[in-house]
């Protein structure tokens, strides 16, 4: 049985920033109990990036609850105003997400890691009194969202279906109890920088550990409507490199709806799964017990060597994180475990006790180690994630991230030295697959699929690729982006003058 808890549990107001969190001054001694906060959803964001809003458009963040928490303010940091003249407003609204909203799909799953963008299109949510009207409409207000399958399922600007098994984007809005608080505007010095939205007046919104807080940030428009270039904002954001090479991390929590112009990823008006998400500032009270903070130091082949877009087949990954606790005596029993799951989230999982056992000269203190030390050939999609258990059995976790071995190629090249077609995985597949393949200069290269009788299915300009190894999603649809039967399709991948085939199986 353990022993009776050491912590002091005590108010503390925090900033809960995205990266890194950090303590606001509290009055309280430093055996207090008080400790770092930890984010779930540090997700080695190394590319600050400009999330550019135009009046209609929203964006938002999900975030995890690593603590039971009263979140006060939420601060949004702007990159750039609006720099015509007119007084911009930014809605903030925060809904407290459950399993009947994103993250989670209507069968209890989480949304795919690999859907983002234009693949991620999520279609339509309307207010409950107008079904008629996708949100967001500045005349509906801020009432709770329905889900539907809007116009049969498709936008209105191309015929681009919703994510199979789609549901409400949002749970049950916590805030705010008023409107007077939830307005952010341009300011007269056009400042940028954090601006708070303050909801600490209406008491704030309680979340348990583990719960997903959604912000929400509706552009509702400037004083005179506007929508030129001029009325645009920039909200300073992150972008994971995760996302470069294919390596995911779940869920993603940044989400954008494109409200004019049709102008998202796919050029559809509506909601995506979004590869970014901005840089916000949570001001909270801390009620509940904190565990420990994980930091991933390192992800890659060796101690110095990074994870990378091509890893080769039976690669060891290692894995080097750090444990910080402002209680020092919790540390001492820390147990960090690496676990990971093969090809499936449904599969069963792989444990690894970490051991404090690499020494870090520059710091002058033990990190903890492991790796992943079997066999997996090329194609094999490894989903990873760390928990760390201090001696109350506090545990934390952090987000679930991936990789894949290899590009299906049976060599090692590192940079090919040929145009190369290395097939489809998975094969059979339902709904995506990825084609995977190499090139050994820089090529205008599309995608042709044909069904067993020669007609053509769906043909997709890719573009100039550069010298390496690629891949490309094709969805199952065709031309008029229907979903096609199951069957044996054949693809062709032209490369200039050059191209390669291959076959693949659909099975539904």
């Known amino acids: 049985m353990k022993a009776i808890n050491k912590r002091t549990i005590r108010m503390i107001s925090i900033y809960l920033l995205l990266i890194p969190f950090a303590l606001m001054k509290a009055d309280v001694v430093e055996t207090s109990g008080s400790r770092d906060l930890l984010d779930t959803l540090s997700l080695e964001y190394d590319d600050s990036v400009g999330i550019n809003i135009y009046p209609g458009d929203v964006i938002v963040e999900i975030y995890r609850v690593p603590a039971d928490l009263t979140?006060?303010?939420?601060?949004?940091?702007?990159g750039q105003w609006n720099t015509n003249g007119e007084t911009a407003k930014l809605q903030v609204?925060?809904?407290?997400?459950?399993?009947?909203?994103?993250?989670?799909?209507?069968?209890?799953?989480?949304y795919p890691y690999e859907q983002e963008g234009q693949n991620s299109w999520l279609g339509y949510a309307h207010t409950e009194t107008d079904p008629s009207t996708p949100y967001p409409s500045v005349s509906s207000g801020s009432e709770n969202l329905v889900w539907n399958n809007f116009n049969s399922g498709a936008g209105p600007c191309n015929s681009l279906a919703e994510q199979d098994l789609g549901q409400s984007i949002f749970g049950d809005k916590v805030l705010p109890v008023g409107d007077d608080s939830t307005i952010v505007q341009t300011?007269?010095?056009?400042s940028s920088g954090f601006h708070y939205a303050d909801f600490s007046l209406e008491g704030g919104a309680n979340f348990l550990q583990d719960e997903y807080i959604a912000v929400v940030i509706t552009y509702i428009g400037d004083?005179?409507?506007?929508?030129?270039?001029?009325?645009?904002?920039?909200?300073?954001?992150?972008?994971?490199?995760?996302?470069?090479?294919?390596?995911?991390?779940?869920?993603?929590p940044g989400l954008k709806y494109y409200h004019s112009n049709c102008s998202g990823p796919s050029s559809e008006q509506g909601w995506y799964i979004d590869d970014k998400t901005p840089s916000l500032n949570y001001v909270a009270n801390i009620t509940g017990a904190m565990p420990p903070k994980i930091e991933i130091l390192h992800v890659g082949i060796s101690s110095i060597e990074p994870i990378q877009e091509y890893i080769p087949p039976g690669t060891y990954i290692r894995i080097t994180i750090r444990i910080n606790d402002a209680i020092v005596e919790l540390m001492e029993n820390v147990q960090v475990v690496l676990h990971w799951q093969v090809n499936s989230l449904d599969a069963s999982e792989n444990v690894l006790l970490q051991q404090a056992s690499c020494f870090n000269l520059v710091e002058q203190q033990y990190h903890y180690c492991a790796k992943i030390e079997q066999y997996y050939s090329s194609g094999t999609r490894i989903y990873w994630w760390v928990t760390a258990e201090d001696e109350d059995g506090n545990i934390a976790t952090t987000t679930k991230k991936s990789f894949m071995f290899g590009t299906l190629s049976v060599d090692d090249e590192r940079i090919p030295n040929t145009f190369n077609l290395q097939g489809n995985y998975p094969n059979p597949f339902n709904p995506t697959t990825k084609i995977n393949f190499s090139v050994q200069s820089p090529s205008e290269m599309d995608l042709t699929v044909y069904a067993m009788d020669g007609k053509l299915v769906r043909k997709i300009l890719i573009g100039n690729v550069g010298i390496g190894y690629h891949s490309i999603s094709w969805d199952g649809k065709d031309q008029s982006l229907n979903s096609v039967s199951s069957g044996i399709y054949f693809y062709r991948l032209d490369a200039g003058a050059q191209s390669q085939t291959g076959k693949m199986t659909l099975l539904k």
């Open 71 to 78: 979140l006060n303010q939420v601060g949004i940091n702007i």
């Open 93 to 110: 609204e925060v809904f407290k997400q459950g399993a009947s909203s994103y993250p989670y799909r209507s069968d209890g799953s989480l």
């Open 223 to 252: 004083s005179n409507g506007s929508t030129d270039e001029g009325s645009l904002i920039t909200v300073s954001g992150q972008r994971s490199t995760y996302w470069y090479y294919g390596l995911f991390v779940h869920p993603a």
């Open 187 to 190: 300011p007269s010095n056009l």
